[in-house]
């Protein structure tokens, strides 16, 4: 049974830093897409990043470039997502979901399995 299980979400200060982690279990990850995505309470869920099959490919919402980066580790079966120079803006819960295939795509309706989420808060 196909499962993704995000962590290392909390509690940060404006302008800190959290890794957070899709641990995949039941299939393996090198033969899919993974993306992250936000949902901030009242707001649609919003595409953050995503990396394909490749490593090299990735792709991000404008409003993360150049803070945040996507990476995969396809031993350890995981996908990262650091997040750098946070800002309250980034508050939400992020999920990570998994597209089998070389599609690269930030559409949440294109991804059919999901995590259940981390929350991530930025405040002082």
């Known amino acids: 049974q196909l499962q993704l299980v995000e962590s290392g979400g909390g509690l940060v200060q404006p302008g800190g830093s959290l890794r957070l982690s899709c641990a995949a279990s039941g299939f393996r990850l090198n033969n899919y897409a993974i993306g992250w995505f936000r949902q901030a309470p009242g707001k649609e869920r919003e595409g953050v990043s995503c990396?394909?099959?490749?490593?090299?490919?990735?792709s991000y919402e404008d409003s993360v470039k150049g803070r945040f980066t996507i990476s995969r580790d396809n031993a350890e079966n995981t996908v990262y997502l650091q997040m750098n120079n946070l800002e309250p803006e980034d508050t939400a819960v992020y999920y990570c979901?998994?597209?089998?295939?070389?599609?690269?795509?930030?559409?949440?309706?294109?991804?059919?399995?999901w995590g259940q989420g981390t929350q991530v808060t930025v405040s002082s």
């Open positions: 990396i394909g099959m490749n490593n090299g490919w990735t």
């Open positions: 979901a998994a597209l089998s295939g070389w599609r690269l795509t930030l559409r949440a309706v294109d991804y059919p399995d």
